[in-house]
């Protein structure tokens, strides 16, 4: 790679600094990429759906997981079932989302989305994909599909023996 370019590819997206090391960390990168992924939630989502990206998140996964319970929720997410009791409520609250008993056990709950909750999931995704198709044009289609595909398999790697909060838990 010529000077030029490995310079130009090692500078920050805004402020024109020189990344040096950081240039290799994923953490980073992924920090990087975020700013570009909530401006785009913001944009076509956030602000005229009247949507938070954890909001969008619980809902899509209830639309598409009828049944799910808050606990299954909440470990999905890596949130506490407090929090995941809270988002339910304000999304139960607008209409969006509902709770069932647990016929098998009572103090259980199933989680459902309401029909506007569903519409609104989907009307939302349909807005994401499109968004950040255009936000990441400079990656072509498949490069898109794979980056994808890697990020979710990082994503998965919490489940593999790797303490999330460093004491092993």
């Known amino acids: 790679m010529k000077t030029a370019t490995r310079a130009l590819l090692s500078i920050t997206p805004a402020g024109a600094l020189d990344e040096a090391r950081l240039h290799r960390i994923l953490g980073y990168q992924l920090a990087q990429a975020a700013i570009v992924t909530y401006a785009v939630f913001e944009r076509v989502v956030g602000t005229p759906l009247d949507l938070r990206p954890v909001e969008y998140t619980i809902l899509t996964l209830v639309s598409e997981n009828p049944g799910v319970s808050p606990v299954q929720l909440s470990k999905a997410l890596a949130v506490t079932k407090a929090n995941i009791t809270t ?10 989302a509902k709770r069932e008993q647990n016929t098998s056990d009572r103090r ?3 989680l459902r989305t309401t029909e506007r909750g569903t519409v609104l999931a989907k009307k939302a995704t349909r807005r994401l994909v499109e968004g950040e198709r255009q936000a990441f044009s400079t990656l ?3 490069e898109q599909m794979m980056l994808t595909e ?3 398999k990082l994503g998965c790697a919490r489940e593999l023996n790797w303490p999330i909060d460093g004491k092993g838990h």
């Open 150 to 152: 890697l990020l979710h």
């Open 140 to 142: 072509t289609a498949v």
């Open 87 to 96: 988002w339910i409520d304000k999304l139960e609250q607008r209409g969006l």
């Open 108 to 110: 259980g709950q199933h």
